[in-house]
């Protein structure tokens, strides 16, 4: 199984600003998800990063609004853009092979 | 519309006691994968089942995956407080990588 870093593990932002969410994988994996989990709820997919182009978004997330980085095999970025309350929530990282498979700690995003 | 449903959403047992999770489809699944999250943490993956009817076991765990691929239990034989957390189910569909997730069952085993 792979170990995910997943950073900065909690913060607390201002309406209006952003913040970005680093996950650094220690072995190159196929394939890299962000989700979204509202406290002590189930998991929404945000989008899939892809290694070298433009990362796939589900259905009402967009990229002005959560820009993805995957530069290389082990590392990925998620940007909150102009955050409102409504932003606050817990960001996973996720890698697998052919799937999603396993996840970081995650951030717990709070928007005050 | 949640397309996995699972049941109870919450359950509070004393330890030594025995429990059912469900996770239900009108769905086919590929695969189904059952995780444990525990607060302050991310999801950790339990089990991946593959074929109908399969049934896998993790000391205490007893994971089964429905004959038609459309559901799957986990039962817990003499709950400990270390068990309490977050369960959810995850499927696949058909070829996509995509993981669906369940609506999580709670679980909160007393001393």
């Known amino acids: 199984s792979a170990v995910i870093s997943q950073k900065p593990s909690r913060d607390i932002c201002q309406r209006g600003t952003s913040l970005t969410i680093q996950c650094q994988v220690d072995s190159q994996v196929t394939m890299m998800f962000w989700y979204r989990q509202q406290p002590g709820q189930s998991l929404t997919l945000i989008a899939t990063a892809n290694q070298g182009s433009e990362a796939t978004y589900e259905s009402g997330f967009v990229i002005d609004k959560f820009p993805i980085s995957r530069p290389n095999l082990t590392f990925s970025t998620l940007t909150v853009s102009n955050m409102s309350p409504e932003d606050s929530s817990i960001y996973l990282c996720?890698?697998?092979?052919?799937?999603?498979?396993?996840f970081g700690n995650g951030t717990r995003l709070t928007v005050t | 519309t949640q397309l996995l449903e699972q049941s109870p959403q919450f359950l509070s047992i004393q330890e030594g006691e025995n429990l059912t999770v469900y996770c239900n489809s009108s769905s086919v699944f590929s695969s189904l994968q059952w995780y444990r999250q525990e607060p302050g943490e991310g999801p950790v993956l339990l089990v991946t089942?593959?074929?109908?009817?399969e049934v896998k076991k993790l000391k205490r765990l007893t994971f089964q995956f429905g004959d038609a691929r459309k559901d799957s239990s986990l039962h817990i034989t003499a709950a400990q407080p270390g068990d309490t957390g977050l369960y959810l189910c995850a499927g696949r569909r058909d070829s996509s990588y995509k993981l669906i997730f369940g609506s999580g069952t709670r679980l909160l085993v007393r001393p």
């Open positions: 996720s890698v697998g092979w052919d799937s999603p498979l396993h």
């Open positions: 089942v593959v074929t109908g009817g």
